[in-house]
């Protein structure tokens, strides 16, 4: 998480998608004692329920059971358009840093998008299924996705190319990076699997009483965890011990994001009950948090976002594209060659829109 001052998280956003269709945008004045959420926007531009919902510095973008991608611009505050690729749902959307967008979907493909021009710089035949799940590694070199093929695989995406895959014997629906890129977690109905990037091997599990909704790592250590309940859980992953647990909402909850501030966490969850809350949670003591602040949507919530002006991570580019990576260990040797240098788009992936020269096998 990018830690955020004070007089830049008074510009925080929520956002949520939900089962009616409908994107909510709400702006939260966070210098108060208790936060208040303002309307913001409302974008109503699907036609079927919201799967997936993702924001950038200036775009919030939303994917659907009507297999387009939406968007909105967050400066211009106007919509602006639609991206058209994938067959079915889409199912999951992650940007990385301002420049890049990756989608997936029920049709098996991850694409990814420039948001300078908003056209698919490649289109990957991921999964045999569904992907259900992708997540990009804080260096943007790699992304995870996990489908219904029962497999976990990892993407070279300075060139678009499979990795390694691992075949997980399950049908995995949910797949995030640690903030550090140190580690992995899968999810699988209730368990969660931990895996280490260096052995690419599980380290640890975790056993919720629910169903999994929803994850996010609150810091490289501390996990919280949604399921088809009104608990969210928070679990310790060096101590391997469940540290607390509260009741965030009358019905189970969807959604769980998060972001620090100084010394302190703010969880946001968001649930079927329709209502977006902020709860503050002191990392020092892992206590149960204190509520800061919330609002009722009055729809059945589905996804959620926080948008916050300044939420470009630090960006980590390859002076020379990574070579094939056939292990786990050699994908570790690679990304630890790189040298941080600033992130030019040539590096994550060729913008294929600009002329080349031709190339033998009729490339483009």
């Excluded at 924001?55 to 611009?73: C, H, M, N, P, W």
């Excluded at 629906?173 to 890129?181: E, K, L, N, Q």
């Excluded at 975790?206 to 501390?222: A, D, G, M, Y």
């Excluded at 620090?260 to 809350?277: H, P, Q, R, W």
Aim: charged letters at 25%; a neutral charge.
């Amino acid at each position: 998480a990018v830690a955020i001052s004070v007089s830049m998280a008074a510009l925080l956003g929520l956002i949520a998608g939900s089962y009616e269709q409908i994107t909510f945008g709400y702006r939260v004045k966070t210098d108060e004692k208790e936060w208040t959420c303002k309307a913001d926007f409302t974008h109503h531009a699907h036609t079927a329920s919201i799967s997936s919902v993702a924001a950038s510095e200036r775009f919030v973008v939303t994917g659907s059971k009507d297999e387009t991608i939406q968007l909105y611009d967050m400066k211009k505050r106007t919509e602006h358009g639609a991206l058209l690729h994938h067959n079915g749902t889409v199912t999951c959307l992650e940007f990385y840093g301002s420049s890049h967008l990756l989608s997936g979907g029920e049709d098996g493909l991850v694409c990814v998008w420039s948001t300078k021009k908003w056209e698919c710089l490649k289109s990957i035949k991921a999964h045999k299924g569904p992907v259900t799940s992708l997540s990009v590694h804080p260096s943007g070199k790699l992304a995870l996705t996990v489908g219904t093929d029962k497999s976990l695989r990892t993407w070279n995406l300075i060139n678009g190319r499979s990795a390694f895959i691992k075949n997980i014997k399950q049908n995995a629906h949910i797949v995030r990076w640690s903030p550090d890129g140190s580690k992995y977690m899968v999810v699988i109905n209730d368990k969660v699997d931990v895996y280490d990037l260096e052995t690419a091997s599980v380290t640890g599990t975790i056993i919720n009483p629910k169903r999994i909704s929803s994850v996010q790592f609150v810091n490289n250590s501390v996990v919280a965890i949604a399921g088809d309940d009104e608990i969210v859980r928070l679990y310790d992953l060096g101590k391997e011990k469940w540290v607390c647990d509260f009741k965030a909402h009358e019905t189970r909850v969807k959604a769980v994001d998060s972001f620090i501030m100084e010394d302190y966490c703010v969880l946001v969850t968001a649930s079927n009950d329709g209502f977006i809350k902020m709860w503050k949670l002191l990392l020092k003591d892992l206590e149960g948090p204190t509520l800061l602040g919330g609002v009722n949507t009055s729809a059945r919530l589905t996804c959620l976002a926080v948008w916050k002006p300044s939420s470009v991570p630090l960006l980590v580019g390859a002076e020379e594209p990574a070579a094939e990576a056939a292990t786990s260990e050699e994908l570790v040797r690679e990304l630890s060659k790189t040298k941080k240098v600033r992130l030019v788009e040539e590096v994550i992936l060729e913008d294929e829109s600009k002329p080349k020269k031709k190339k033998k096998d009729g490339g483009k």
